[in-house]
């Protein structure tokens, strides 16, 4: 993998590293820690077509006592998803006083049909996705865009439909909105988030 991207997180204590290839498409593997709501580790690989639209995305999260993964592959504009389960992250949760986070993946997944990207919870790199497959950083400001994405939440890796809407603003920024929750994001030049308020910023964003 010949980039590597590093992002502390701002809204809680942890962090991520991707390793990349952008040559044709994306091929990425990264690791994510975390502190919340239980201290959490996480792994993926995500792969795209040429074009950046996601073709297959695996996801590990881990704690203690607890290990969960989903896997999300697309053909034939659908959505196969698999998941496994060791431990009992609810139990975890529950010994923390937090509400149990359910099952892992999806009970639907024709609901995801819409999606073109994946959309992994707290994870900057992934908003490269939508940003590389709809060329934002070359759009006009104001330009627009309301798509669908398979959202992976974690720690639970529930995975559900999620409506949102990314904007340019002009070079090296984007606006992006879901629901009530809408952040000014900076990216450089190649796409790849460098200061997401509230959420996360590149180690060599200063």
Request: aromatic letters at 8%; charged letters at 25%.
């Amino acid at each position: 993998m010949p980039k590597s991207l590093f992002w502390s997180r701002t809204d809680t204590a942890g962090a991520e590293h991707a390793l990349l290839d952008d040559g044709q498409g994306l091929a990425a593997r990264g690791t994510m820690l975390a502190v919340d709501p239980i201290p959490w580790t996480g792994r993926y690989q995500v792969t795209t077509a040429p074009d950046w639209t996601t073709s297959r995305v695996e996801v590990e999260v881990e704690g203690a006592g607890w290990l969960r993964s989903v896997r999300l592959e697309r053909a034939a504009d659908r959505w196969r998803v698999t998941t496994a389960e060791q431990g009992d992250l609810d139990a975890a949760l529950a010994a923390a006083g937090h509400r149990p986070a359910g099952l892992p993946g999806t009970d639907d997944p024709d609901r995801l049909s819409d999606a073109l990207d994946v959309d992994l919870g707290g994870s900057p790199l992934f908003n490269a996705l939508p940003v590389r497959r709809l060329g934002l950083t070359g759009r006009p400001a104001d330009t627009a865009y309301r798509i669908t994405v398979a959202w992976v939440l974690v720690p639970s890796l529930a995975v559900v439909p999620a409506e949102q809407v990314y904007t340019s603003l002009g070079p090296g920024r984007i606006r992006f909105s879901s629901d009530t929750f809408t952040a000014d994001i900076d990216l450089d030049g190649e796409g790849y988030v460098l200061r997401y308020p509230g959420v996360a910023e590149r180690g060599d964003a200063r």
